[in-house]
Each structure stands twice: as C-alpha cells, then as structure tokens.
C-alpha cells in the first residue's frame, strides 16, 4: 500500500511533469543511503528516456550545509529538528544522532528500501 500511494502521490506525477523533456537536474547525493551510493554524475534514465544529471553526486551532507551557509541559501528549518530527509509528514521521523540519513524515511520498511520510486535505479550510467 505504501509503494501504491508513492506511485500515485510522486512517481506519477513526475512522470507527467517530465513527460516530453529531454533532462532532468537532480539534488541526489551517493552520500545519502547505500541505495545512492553509485549515483553518477551523468546518467541515462532508461525508464523516462532522459538524461539526469546530479549535479550534487559527491558532495557530502557537511558540504551541503556549508554551501547553504554561505551563500545564504534558504534551508528547512525541519533540519535542525533532526529531519534529515524531509518526505510526506505520516513517513517521516527525526532520526537520532548518527542514524544514517535516510532512516526516517519509511523507517518501518526493511533497511536499503528507503525510496520512494521517483529514483529508479535501472538507469544506465555514464
Ligand atoms: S511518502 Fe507516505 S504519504 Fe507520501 S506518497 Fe509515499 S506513502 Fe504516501
């Protein structure tokens, strides 16, 4: 039920909003969860026929932070909450100090599957 309600809340909706463009820019870093670890800088998202670029692939969270420090980028204020990854409000928790990134995240679920589907990983890298 819960990937049923991704698919008509998320995936479908981004598959409309992308339906016809030729590249999608992406926030996604390998840092975030195992399943992100081989993000490339440049991919191919066989599914949707486009080219995704993640600009943001081997920056870490810390990196992240300072940039938005710097140059005055609005941040959640959610993150300094412990939200570290911030979804729909009844699948997401604040994790504890030193839980990976994504724990809150469908906490419930077997570790690993922390996605919602809008990041399919049959994609062919670059
Ligand atoms: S994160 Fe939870 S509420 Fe949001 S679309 Fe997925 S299952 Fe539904």
């Known amino acids: ?6 698919h008509v809340r998320k995936v479908e909706p981004l598959n409309r909003a992308l339906a016809g463009a030729q590249g999608w820019i ?12 081989d993000v490339a800088f440049a991919e191919f998202d066989a599914a949707r026929s486009l080219i995704k670029i993640n600009p943001l692939f081997d920056w870490t969270r810390d990196r992240a932070a300072d940039f938005t420090r710097e140059h005055g980028v609005p941040v ?7 939200f570290l990854s911030i979804g729909c409000a009844p699948c997401t928790r604040a994790v504890a100090p030193g839980e990976p990134e994504r724990a809150g995240r469908w906490w419930w679920e077997a570790e690993g599957k922390t996605e919602c589907g809008l990041h399919v990983r049959e994609a062919v890298h670059s």
């Open 1 to 6: 039920m819960r990937r049923a309600c991704c």
């Open 26 to 37: 992406t926030g996604l870093r390998a840092d975030q969860s195992e399943h992100r670890a």
């Open 76 to 82: 959640n204020t959610l993150h300094a909450s412990g």
